[in-house]
Each structure stands twice: as C-alpha cells, then as structure tokens.
C-alpha cells in the first residue's frame, strides 16, 4: 500500500495510501483529488489524467507503452520529459513516496 502524494498546480499537496494494483488516476479520483479528471475511466483514450513524475523516481515507473505514448500527444497542459498518465502506473510498493505534481489544467 504506497503512499502517493499528489500535488496540483496551486501547491496543495495530499498524500494517500493506495491499495496495491489501483492505478494513481484512480487513487486521485477515489480521495477526492483535484487536478486530475480520469474522464475515461482508465481505459487510456482521454489524457485528463495528465501528471508530472517526480524526476528522481522515473526509474522506479514501469516504461510508457505504445498507447500511452499516442495519448501523451494529446495533453492539454505542456507536455515534459516526466509527463505521464496516472491511469497507466500501477500502485507498487516500489513506487512508495512517490510525488506527482498535476497539471493547470487537463482540458
Ligand atoms: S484516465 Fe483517460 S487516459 Fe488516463
């Protein structure tokens, strides 16, 4: 059960403990997180669920797949090198302490 902590663009930061295997969109969705909308429940078709990774921690994340490098093209926050979809990362325990700050936007 990692401890994820969420940060959106205004600087308010929650941290929740993720059951392990819910994806980081939804672990934002079900606690209530501002800043990330999940508006196509994770199937990977709708980028709302736009974050910036932690750079430190890139390595720990399991690498981008093909569809969620297509979707990354259609962010509508600018788009980084730590740019990823929270519905495609996995809750981990390798992934504890991880900080995901959220974009100004996601539509
Ligand atoms: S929730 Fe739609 S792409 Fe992640």
Request: proline share 6%; with cysteine.
């Amino acid at each position: 059960m990692p401890h994820i902590t969420y940060i959106d663009a205004a600087g308010h930061s929650a941290t929740h403990n993720l059951p392990e295997g819910w994806n980081l969109m939804l672990g934002a969705i079900n606690n209530g997180v501002d800043g990330i909308v999940g508006e196509c429940g994770g199937s990977c078709t709708c980028a709302t669920c736009h974050c910036y990774v932690d750079e430190a921690r890139l390595s720990d994340l399991p690498p981008v797949g093909e569809a969620e490098a297509s979707m990354l093209e259609f962010v509508a926050a600018e788009r980084r090198p730590n740019s990823r979809l929270a519905c495609q990362i996995k809750a981990t325990a390798a992934l504890e302490g991880l900080v995901l700050h959220l974009p100004d936007t996601q539509e």
